[in-house]
């Protein structure tokens, strides 16, 4: 994932987009605002796919993938059809560490529901907490888990959940692989790299 300074070589296919806040310079913790990083969104000025609701089409679906977290919330928009997978966007959702907790959560839970409204997924999985030796990790990860889950059933899609672990073995053909390995294939299989 490209740096918060920006993408190098000035591809245009790479977006970062501040919302309700601006990016860099130091702000105080009342006036700092939820950033949505968008590291990969079409060029070509095309809108994703007017994909239609659950159930009234085959024809083709949008699925968003989300890893949850409190600082650091990343997301995958992908539109599958046949045995074709192609990214609509990849990002990051992040707020700001001196940010009250119920102030951090309304910014997070505003960035999802504007990526659902715009690329109206059919389906949204959401990566489970399984394991953290880091008892504060894991409930502010449970906390930004349980509000992904909850918008996703809000807005009528269909809501899965997996294991890191499963992530890998489907991607790489084995739980255990390493970061750089499920990276590769994505790219691969994506055509990002």
Request: positive net charge.
């Amino acid at each position: 994932m490209q740096g918060e300074s920006g993408p190098s070589g000035g591809d245009d296919a790479f977006i970062y987009r501040a919302t309700r806040g601006a990016l860099g310079g130091s702000t105080t913790a009342t006036t700092e605002a939820a950033r949505l990083v968008r590291v990969f969104a079409p060029s070509d000025g095309n809108q994703p796919p007017s994909a239609p609701r659950p159930g009234t089409s085959l024809a083709g679906a949008v699925v968003m993938g989300i890893d949850p977290g409190l600082t650091r919330c990343g997301y995958a928009v992908l539109y599958a059809q046949g045995n074709t997978v192609r990214a609509l966007a990849l990002g990051v959702i992040r707020t700001p560490t001196t940010a009250a907790l119920p102030h951090r959560l309304a910014e997070l839970k505003g960035e999802l529901v504007s990526l659902l409204q715009q690329y109206r997924p059919h389906a949204v999985a959401v990566e489970q907490v399984f394991f953290q030796t880091n008892v504060r990790t894991a409930m502010s990860v449970g906390q930004a888990s349980g509000l992904a889950l909850a918008e996703a059933a809000a807005f009528g899609c269909d809501v899965v959940q997996f294991t890191p672990n499963q992530v890998k073995d489907s991607v790489a053909g084995w739980g255990g692989a390493p970061k750089e390995q499920v990276q590769k294939m994505v790219q691969a299989r994506l055509g990002l790299a």
